[in-house]
């Protein structure tokens, strides 16, 4: 198991919850194809036992299928909805980034976002609040950017496998994550039931990775 895998799950009560189901259903399936026939009891003559009917045999392929399809869409589900949970726990561990009026300098701008590998191409007087955090294993810019709708955080994941627009609503939160150019994601969240769209099809534009890995 990778490391940052394995961090993460020590640290994700959801996600090692969700693994723990996973492996007892496995194990249940290869139980159930390892099961031998039940024979005659103890004592009694043993007789010959007749191959199942086809119709079984294919009932038995048919629900190891589908339990698996289960479980390979539950994984494909599941890690929008733990990234949606994560981004907003990690947004609510920094509550004083939605209080901060001052505009973050050139200088300070560049320091979050060259830790993590990104380049920007937005005027920095927008921006009112810029850290590199540490995030699934990774240094991502966390911004705070001021729009006519108030405040809206901003997180840049370059390493998450973002392929589709998904809106979340979590936590007194109202979010959405978006492809970035190039791979990876952002993330957007406000706290007004504003319309972050603008502002994420905006980032999507300015927003672009340096060459190597960060």
């Not at 390979?72 to 209080?99: F, I, M, N, Y």
Request: net charge neutral; with cysteine.
């Amino acid at each position: 198991m990778p490391a940052d895998l394995r961090d993460h799950l020590r640290s994700c009560h959801a996600c090692d919850a969700f693994r723990a189901e996973m492996l007892a259903l496995d194990a249940t399936i290869h139980r159930a194809m390892r099961a031998a026939p039940l024979g005659a009891s103890s004592g009694a003559t043993v007789r010959r036992i007749r191959p199942a009917p086809a119709w079984r045999q294919w009932a038995l392929a048919a629900s190891i299928l589908l339990a698996t399809a289960l479980v390979l869409g539950a994984w494909v589900l599941r890690p929008s909805d733990t990234l949606a949970r994560d981004l907003v726990t990690h947004v609510k561990a920094e509550p004083d980034s939605w209080l901060s009026e001052r505009h973050v300098d050139a200088a300070g701008l560049a320091q979050a976002l060259g830790r993590a590998g990104v380049t920007l191409n937005l005027a920095s007087d927008k921006v009112v609040y810029a850290q590199s955090c540490f995030f699934h294993g990774h240094y991502v810019p966390h911004l705070v950017l001021q729009t006519s709708q108030g405040p809206a955080t901003v997180l840049l994941l370059r390493h998450e496998a973002v392929t589709a627009r998904r809106v979340f609503h979590e936590g007194g939160m109202n979010g959405v994550i978006v492809p970035a150019q190039g791979g990876g994601g952002i993330a957007v969240l406000e706290r007004t039931g504003g319309d972050v769209d603008p502002l994420a099809r905006q980032m999507q534009q300015a927003v672009g990775w340096l060459p190597g890995e960060h």
